[in-house]
């Protein structure tokens, strides 16, 4: 059977650890050569030195322009040309509420996750046009750039924002067949998450399997997401199997931005029956 990147080469930001090195591992496997662009030059070394000459480790600053241009400028070095930019790097930034926030601490979150996904379009497009044919470029949004109240006003807001940066970068991008979308994860259990709630990230395994009973009952497809869930719609989103697809985020969440569970919650509707039977 073909694979599904074979002969890409794609760029990964934040591939070191979480979503971004489950999908390289997975763009490997798929036949494609994979440029991992992370601040983590140890985790991201090692990472590339498992999977041998199709991956290699570029250190990137996702914050800074000349950092991005020179991983694509790596990529090209290296494998010859880019067909893939995943812009997944990103952090929950600043958690602090709407009444406390310094305008420092927001331009902080709205850097590292935000204008770091303008910079990847800008730099993997120029160098899309500058070979002729296309390509796709893929950033990790998330439920938090669909609505409110799952993370702090900072990273909401910068999500946000990438969700209308990627519909309008489709439009400016699509004479040139560069096909731009997004993908919203809902909580998937990464060092992210466990940072995000103060846990040791050597702990993360372990908060996973004490938390998975509370969180697949709060979850609609009731089991919570996984890393290779978000790994598997980047390599839709990369491949050729979405070649018609462009402007558009795919939340991968479990249904869960889809619509709420509290109108349909079994305890209002027994409480609804026992008011009923007592009225
Ligand atoms: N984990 C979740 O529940 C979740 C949900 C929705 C969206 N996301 C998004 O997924 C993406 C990946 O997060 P994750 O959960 O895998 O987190 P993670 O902490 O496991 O991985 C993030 C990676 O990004 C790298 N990174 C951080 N700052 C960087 C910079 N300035 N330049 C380059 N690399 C940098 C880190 O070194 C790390 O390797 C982020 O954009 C995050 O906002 C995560």
Redesign the pocket.
Known sequence: MNKLLTGKVAIV?????????AAVQRFVAEGARVVI????KE??EAAAAALGEAAVFQR????DEA?IQAAVAAAVARFGRLDVMFN?????GDGSPVTEIKPAGFDATLA??TR?VLLGIKHAARQFRAQGGGGSIVS?????GLQGGWSSVS?TTA?HAVVGMIRHAAMELSADRIRVNGI??????????A?AFGVPVDRADALVAFLEKRLSARQALRRY?S?ED?ANAAVFLASDLSSYISGTVIPVDGGVSAYTLSTSDADIAAAAQEFLKSA
């Open positions: 930001t934040g591939g070191a650890s979480g979503i971004g090195l662009a992370d601040v983590a985790a991201g990137t600053d996702v914050t950092s997944n790097a990103g952090s929950t590292l996750d770091s990790t949004v998330s439920v938090a990273y999500k919203a994860p809902g909580v998937i259990m990464t060092p992210l998450i940072k997401g890393m978000i």
